[in-house]
């Protein structure tokens, strides 16, 4: 008895598109991709970013930097190895110590003494005179009496003058004691001010060399991203042409067919054979009636 085998196949043209489908992938997969066109890549840091990093080393009393072509440090120059407070913090030690008010004496100080003492002498003279002017009212003029009073205002005049001269250099040197105190202050003031000015100034250039850094990245990225796009855009149209084809041969209705009779293994059997033949008279007798 013969057996007959059934093939099914998609319709011609779907059949002639997949395999014009294969040939274009196989071919598409032995082309390698460029991926070192997209590979990762970091910005390097800009000038912004590079003033603010000298900086801060000119501050720490390092040098000259270097940089690479990324803008990274490869390098310290010799500096003077002193920080940028230290020259404030050294002016506060130099207003220190017992001879500190020396730089703060006034200029004026011994002509204002001059002058004291010189009106102080012509009062002192004035009343000398007036002790004379007394003894000869009372009729003791060149007496033992007029002599001692005359006495003890020399004496006393004396000892005034130098208290007066004594408590004129000591508000000199107070004051200029305090000159010096307020200096020191000042200095240290400075001292203690200059790193948080200096800090600022490193912020706001490490802010703006940030902020540039990022606009560099986001170029480098989306340049990346561009080039992986093209490079991976024929392997998308492949995909999609794949899929519009596998589709259309899924949602195909009816299938092209072939058949193919080949002999049947084996001998048949009666019964077989009855039932062969039977229906083979039954449709020739239903073809011609």
Same mark, same amino acid.
């Given at each position: 008895m013969a057996e007959q085998v059934t093939i099914s196949k998609p319709a011609p043209y779907l059949e002639a598109a997949g395999?014009?489908? +294969?040939?274009?992938?196989?071919? +598409?997969?032995?082309?390698?991709?460029?991926?070192?066109?997209?590979?990762?890549?970091?910005?390097?840091?800009?000038?912004?970013?590079?003033?603010?990093?000298?900086?801060? %080393?000119?501050q720490a009393g390092l040098g000259t930097l270097q940089f690479n072509e990324q803008g990274a440090v490869t390098g310290v120059g010799t500096g003077t190895g002193i920080a940028g407070y230290q020259p404030f913090l050294q002016k506060a030690q130099d207003y220190m110590g017992p001879t500190a008010y020396q730089d703060f004496e006034s200029?004026?100080?011994? &002509?204002?003494?001059?002058?004291? +003492?010189?009106?102080?002498?012509?009062?002192?003279?004035?009343?000398?005179? #007036?002790?004379?002017?007394?003894?000869?009212? %009372? /009729?003791?003029? /060149?007496?033992?009496?007029?002599?001692?009073q005359l006495a003890e205002f020399g004496a006393q005049s004396l000892q005034?003058?130098?208290?007066? &001269? %004594?408590? +004129?250099?000591?508000?000199?040197?107070?004051?200029? #004691?305090? %000159?010096?105190?307020?200096?020191?202050q000042q200095a240290t003031g400075l001292a203690s001010l200059q790193p948080s000015l200096a800090t600022t100034t490193q912020q706001q250039l490490g802010a703006a060399g940030?902020?540039?850094l990022a606009y560099q990245q986001a170029v480098i990225d989306a340049a990346a991203q561009g080039a992986r796009e093209s490079a991976y855009e024929p392997y998308q149209r492949m995909q999609f042409l794949g899929s519009t084809i596998g589709g259309l041969m899924s949602g195909y209705p009816q299938p092209y067919m072939s058949s193919t009779t080949g002999a049947a293994s084996g001998t048949a059997s009666p019964l077989s054979q009855a039932l062969g033949g039977a229906a083979t008279i039954y449709g020739l007798g239903s073809l011609f009636k």
């Open positions: 395999e014009k489908y +294969l040939d274009v992938a196989a071919q +598409l997969a032995a082309k390698p991709v460029n991926v070192g066109a997209f590979a990762p890549t970091i910005a390097g840091q800009g000038p912004l970013a590079q003033a603010a990093q000298q900086q801060a %080393a000119t200029p004026y100080q011994q &002509e204002v003494i001059s002058a004291t +003492l010189s009106e102080f002498d012509k009062q002192r003279q004035i009343a000398q005179q #007036q002790i004379a002017a007394s003894a000869i009212g %009372a /009729g003791a003029f /060149g007496g033992g009496r007029e002599g001692v005034d003058r130098g208290l007066l &001269e %004594a408590q +004129l250099r000591q508000q000199g040197f107070q004051q200029a #004691q305090q %000159a010096a105190g307020l200096a020191q940030t902020q540039n």
